[in-house]
């Protein structure tokens, strides 16, 4: 089966979770003896045509601009233009694939004039995000989302509760979405050589400091700010021998002002950019990683952590709960709740071996529930179905 697929972001574009999603899934969809040409964004020196574990890669230039949305529609142009002389000199090709809204128009038209079913997957809403649609951006992001979904053969999401809100925001039958999870290259996140463990540790915490952290990006809907309330209270009761690292990139002013408010800016560490080496190094030195969102469509961190083997504490946002089994895989706490997310931190801190217990059941679940093999057979499922239905049917 021969495939487009199109994503505005792929190594080493980085830029969320899309990247990792597209870079670790198709290499094992063509091992399953398929052909994938990937339409994505230029970057920095990467080569505009390239075949990376098989993916057969084409970046596409792309005219900048100082507005983002006129940005996007120079891309959704430049891979309406790239895609449809592919689609032409190297067909046919069976389907389309398209990530996010971002590519949509592009994805559409192309479906349209060379007749190729499409399948999209949504990896988050702009309605998730905010809980809520109040602006005109908001509005017209949410648009875009209700197009590619009404367009696509098939719409894959991560969760159920991404089936649920996908289904409810955009107005997506239920019947045309697949739940298909995350998953993660383990190999990938241990530290490739050796490091001096206390040496590394001491640049973050004292050694008698227990390491509570956080990575991801200061936003809002990541609740950093409810980590940050939780912390007096397990600092307290751990005798001052914990320290709280917040890891990522972007203004972190707002919740340095607020560790400094709740006086406990001594006892936090906001070291900016980590590249991955070094996380996957710091992992191996951290007590307790925790994600309090108040939006998470899937959480492909805390996967990152049971590969770690670094206990989890997260919020019962979204769809943490489905990938994070309460007192089984990790602990699950309210959202928005300053009390319950440091009860969850201070179970973990202060029981060892029931800390122990959670990390080596939820490196056993990676085994079970999210390997990307599996999660590529679960998508050629899909594949096979529109393509079958598509020989069923005129155009």
């Not at 990376?52 to 792309?62: F, L, M, S, T």
């Not at 509005?139 to 989302?145: A, F, L, P, R, V």
Request: glycine share 8%; hydrophobic share 40%.
């Amino acid at each position: 089966m021969k495939i487009l697929v199109l994503a505005w972001e792929f190594p080493p574009r980085i830029v969320g979770g899309i990247s990792r999603h597209v870079a670790e899934l198709y290499p094992e969809i063509v091992k399953l003896g398929h052909e994938i040409h990937l339409l994505t964004v230029e970057f920095g020196h990467a080569p505009h045509y390239e075949v990376v574990d098989g993916i057969q890669i084409h970046r596409v230039p792309v005219s900048e601009s100082h507005d983002f949305f006129h940005w996007i529609a120079n891309m959704n142009e430049s891979m309406g233009r790239h895609g449809g002389k592919l689609l032409h000199e190297d067909g046919p090709f069976h389907l389309i694939h398209a990530h996010d809204w971002l590519v949509a128009d592009a994805a559409i038209a192309l479906k349209h004039l060379f007749k190729i079913p499409l399948i999209a997957t949504i990896h988050a809403t702009e309605h998730g995000r905010y809980s809520g649609l109040y602006t005109a951006t908001h509005h017209y992001i949410h648009s875009k989302e209700a197009d590619l979904t009404a367009e696509a053969w098939r719409v894959i999401v991560c969760t159920n509760y991404m089936k649920r809100e996908v289904h409810w925001a955009l107005h997506c039958p239920i019947d045309k979405i697949d739940v298909i999870y995350n998953g993660i290259c383990q190999e990938r996140k241990q530290p490739r050589r050796e490091f001096e463990f206390w040496r590394f540790r001491r640049r973050f915490a004292a050694d008698q400091e227990k390491i509570v952290y956080y990575v991801g990006r200061l936003t809002y809907e990541k609740g950093i700010d409810i980590l940050l309330c939780a912390a007096p209270r397990v600092i307290w009761e751990m005798g001052g021998r914990a320290k709280i690292v917040v890891i990522g990139g972007g203004n972190a002013d707002g919740l340095k002002r607020l560790a400094w408010d709740l006086g406990i800016w001594h006892k936090c560490y906001f070291t900016g950019f980590m590249a991955e080496e070094e996380l996957n190094q710091f992992r191996r030195v951290a007590d307790c990683a925790v994600f309090p969102s108040r939006y998470e469509p899937f959480g492909i961190v805390a996967l990152e952590n049971f590969s770690a083997r670094v206990p989890v504490v997260v919020s019962d946002a979204g769809g943490l709960p489905e990938v994070v089994h309460h007192t089984k895989t990790g602990v699950v706490t309210q959202t928005g709740n300053p009390d319950s997310l440091a009860w969850g931190i201070l179970e973990v801190l202060r029981n060892p071996g029931y800390a122990q217990w959670l990390v080596d059941n939820a490196y056993e679940d990676l085994d079970r529930r999210f390997q990307w093999a599996d999660i590529a057979q679960q998508t050629e499922q899909v594949y096979d179905r529109v393509t079958q239905e598509r020989t069923q049917v005129d155009w």
